[in-house]
């Protein structure tokens, strides 16, 4: 009975140091967020390498939840109350090619148990060993897979009690899940959500972006945000402002290599309105946002067409500023709302080149946003989603609710 009573905390595990400017990073950190501000006791545990990693009193005691640095909440837009738990991954983890050595073994195999577990109610992560790991150990848990894979899931922990519920994104996902051997009555479709705080109108942020970017205040201004990658439509982007040399592109995210190659590529195709900021903290992205006048989503068609998820999406809903997209499998259900200003076919930039003059013309910058995406996102809140999930948990099993 003691034992009960010290088991209050909603663990959600990333096998990856933070920050990093990788999208399934932001979902996981958004998630945990939520949950937090819905007012349950929510732990971000991850690992931490480097001087932190080889004090001795952080090896005696791994396991310690504290407040959230503050770079993590200027890099991911998070609140107060979440709380953080770094685990210490000293040389030689990771250093060599071994799973006696990998970092999500010892979180698995050492930490979770010996550490995690006292006061854990709750597991919820993308890593699957860290959830069969807690499965194992008795404790309950939420699985989220976001991507197509081949390989079978075990029986023994899917159809265990203790796995609660396994969340994806995309339908085309949740059948391949199902393919795999993930009963169909544990897996569940939800969209990812949009972080409140682009929500709030941040105007003289705003215009000094504005100001920044643009060579007049006549001047239009498209903005992308995402992953600096082909099949998201970078290189579509680039031919459409070459197309468009009146009017400023602007490209937030990607890692720094990346922006180095679109940098070059520009030069040498010699596109000389368009620029990539490399990643910007999500406390800066939502004014960004707002300063554009035209929101770009150019994703190319392919396979990664079928199971995108659109978490950029929704922050672009959140600002209020008209969006163009193309026509992909995984934004369908968005066809019939008003939150996208016009979709035009994918590959193709002289269509999404129309499209954009199209909604330059017909929609006017408002400082205020426009009130169609602004309404239609709030239902995609990650508030929202958190509470989607924990209602197909087990009343018993639910983490402390502190607030």
Not at 348 to 367: G, M, Y
Request: glycine share 4%; charged share 20%; aromatic share 10%.
């Amino acid at each position: 009975m003691k034992n009960n009573t010290l088991k209050k905390h909603y663990i959600f595990f990333i096998g990856e140091e933070l920050p990093q400017p990788e999208a399934h990073l932001v979902q996981s950190t958004n998630a945990a967020n939520a949950a937090a501000n819905l007012g349950y006791s929510t732990v971000l545990v991850y690992p931490e390498k480097g001087a932190k990693a080889n004090n001795p009193i952080n090896l005696l005691r791994p396991f310690k939840p504290i407040k959230t640095p503050t770079e993590l909440i200027e890099y991911y837009n998070l609140h107060d109350k979440l709380k953080v738990a770094p685990l210490p991954m000293p040389w030689p983890i990771d250093h060599f090619a071994s799973k006696f050595t990998d970092s999500n073994t010892i979180a698995s195999k050492y930490y979770l148990p010996f550490h995690i577990l006292p006061t854990t109610k709750l597991v919820h992560s993308r890593n699957w060993n860290f959830v069969k790991a807690a499965i194992k150990n008795g404790i309950p848990a939420i699985y989220e897979h976001h991507h197509h894979e081949e390989k079978p899931f075990e029986q023994e922990i899917v159809t265990n009690p203790l796995l609660q519920i396994a969340v994806t994104v995309v339908e085309t996902i949740r059948e391949s899940m199902i393919k795999n051997g993930m009963p169909p009555e544990k897996v569940i479709k939800l969209h990812n959500g949009f972080n409140r705080l682009f929500m709030q109108r941040q105007p003289e942020k705003a215009a000094e972006w504005r100001q920044k970017l643009l060579r007049d205040e006549n001047q239009k201004l498209v903005v992308y945000a995402g992953a600096l990658q082909q099949f998201k439509g970078i290189d579509v982007l680039i031919d459409v402002a070459n197309e468009m040399p009146n009017v400023q592109f602007a490209c937030a995210g990607g890692k720094p290599a990346e922006v180095e190659y679109y940098q070059q590529l520009v030069k040498e195709k010699q596109v000389n309105n368009i620029q990539f900021l490399g990643y910007v903290l999500h406390n800066e992205l939502a004014s960004l946002l707002q300063a554009a006048d035209v929101l770009a989503h150019p994703h190319c068609s392919g396979k990664a067409a079928t199971f995108t998820s659109p978490l950029k999406l929704f922050d672009y809903f959140a600002s209020g500023t008209p969006i163009v997209s193309t026509e992909i499998p995984s934004l369908v259900e968005f066809q019939d709302t008003k939150a996208i200003a016009a979709w035009c076919e994918p590959d193709n930039p002289s269509k999404f080149a129309d499209s954009l003059k199209q909604v330059l013309e017909t929609h006017p910058r408002r400082i205020e946003g426009y009130p169609d995406s602004i309404e239609f996102v709030k239902q995609f809140s990650w508030e929202n989603r958190a509470a989607k999930i924990l209602s197909y948990v087990d009343e018993s099993l639910l983490p402390l609710f502190i607030a």
